[in-house]
């Protein structure tokens, strides 16, 4: 792949990524319904923004709900405004973010790094927290494409001294700062302060502060939060004191954590190249502690040490955090897909056969991404692996496939099939688990099937109560039904006729909170343990 692109060639590959990107990010979408707590609760806040034609301030059943910024809302807007309210329409922003992070790394690689462009954003692509992120109607894809094509615009740059990238950094660091606040700036910081010193490169700190960018920054980013704190006064302390700094220094929302809980995180979120990646990061550690500074003098060896700072920056930082969620370790994930990229390229170059260690385990890691997804099915329905007939075809069918993909790399030209068959097995996993795992997904995690129950009983918006059911089921039912759910634990019991969605078995409980009134059984969902009933007046 190396040499000058022909403009065939390089229609060839945009055709590639966009049929490649086209299917891990879009389609399925709405395949199951939104799931958490996290998906539903942000959806119904772009949706009553929508309804109020409110570009500023989020809100929760009419009420301000100010934990996040505002990127994904707005594109959860617009989403909404072009195709309907729907789950699919509420997870666009995340596809279609993935997708412009794509197309940002391949055009990047190709200005910078010819020769590895399609490499690159095909592996970036097939990354497992790229494509399972791209499915999520949350704020982590919009932090992390936005983050990450920041950081190319800065070493663009750096390489180049052309403006331009310089103003590509800041408009795309004000967005990241609009999706998710003042991590992204702070991440950023941290990173090109290191690299700069790494280097020795002290100069390129007052150049990269360059005036025209950071009014492009403030004109971008601050327009937003000076209206929303105009608009609500708590917004300050709310978001910026407690949602960040109180997050990042205790476990105020109990989601503690060990310290090494990114590590296992991040190596999955890179599958199936975790292996590739190991190597890579051996490599470079190996040459940086044997050859010092001469480790990175070259062109290609600095753009390996930019890789190699942002991708354990966010690492290190989310670790240090004590609360931890899986997403947050998203904008690390470009950068070891690129390291990866990298590594690869060179070993090609080098007309390297890969070992019979490599192929064995790198075919292991496809089998492995293979089983887990037609093993998906049964996990979500019983929350574990549970062995059966299903479960030993599936075992079987990874097994053959990683026999085949570890086979296809022994030969000579064994790595440069690498791709090929690493995306085969992409491909299969990420169709696996739409066509066979998305069905019990909906059916025992999302609340779209105890709407779906609730509407065929009644077109007419009635109220809706709750008993004993978790907040996941609260929040998918507020945004699949658009109206408040009213919990009866709170006190909250509709005077007039109403549905309850309680427990399994609660009948006789549900009639003691409301006595004098006749509760009438309606229909059960066995999926999520969860009974319907009719409360008349």
Known sequence: MNGQRTNPQTRTDLLLLVAFCGFLFFYGLGAFGLVGADEPRYAQVAREMLDRSDWVTPTLQGKPWLEKPVLYYWQAMMSFRASGISDRAARLPGAFDAAMLIAA???????????????GALITASCAGVVGF????????????????????????YESRRN????????????????KGPVAPALSAVILVLFIAVKGDWRAIPRTLWIPGVVVYLAVMLPWYVAVQLRNPEFFRFFILEHNLARFSHD??????????????????????????ILAVAERVRLIWSEGKEAFSSPEDSWQLFLLIWMLVPILFFSASQSKLPGYILPAVPAGALLVAEYLAARR?????????????????????????????????????????????????????????AAAL??????????????????????????????????TQSARPIAGAIQAFSHEPVPIALYRLNRVQEYGLEFYLNRPAQPYESGNIPAGAH???????????????????????????PAQKVDLYWVGK
């Open 105 to 119: 790394i391949y055009f990047f690689l190709r200005r910078f790094r010819r020769g590895s462009e399609l490499d």
């Open 134 to 157: 791209a499915h999520a109607a949350a704020t982590d894809m919009p932090l992390a494409a936005c983050f990450a094509i920041a950081l190319l615009g800065w070493y663009a740059w």
């Open 164 to 179: 331009l990238y310089l103003a590509v950094f800041y408009i795309f660091l004000a967005l990241a700062t609009l999706a």
């Open 252 to 277: 105020v929302y109990h989601h503690r954590q060990p310290f090494w809980f990114y590590l296992p995180v991040f190596l999955l979120a890179v599958m199936p190249w975790t292996l590739v990646l």
């Open 349 to 405: 170059g080098e007309d390297k056969k890969s070992s019979f260690l490599f192929a064995a385990a790198h075919g292991i890691l496809c089998g492995l991404l293979i089983f887990s997804a037609l093993s998906a099915a049964s996990i979500a329905m019983n929350h574990h692996l549970l062995w059966g007939t299903g479960t030993y075809i599936a075992a079987a069918i990874g097994a053959v496939l990683a026999l085949g993909i």
């Open 410 to 443: 022994l030969p000579r030209a064994g790595l440069g099939l690498l791709g090929r068959v690493t995306m085969f097995a992409v491909v299969v996993s990420a169709g696996a688990i739409i066509r066979l795992a998305a069905p019990v997904i909906d059916a």
């Open 499 to 525: 549905v309850v969605v309680a427990a399994q078995g609660s009948q006789s409980q549900v009639a003691q909170l409301v006595p004098g009134r006749r509760v009438s059984y309606l229909t059960s969902i």
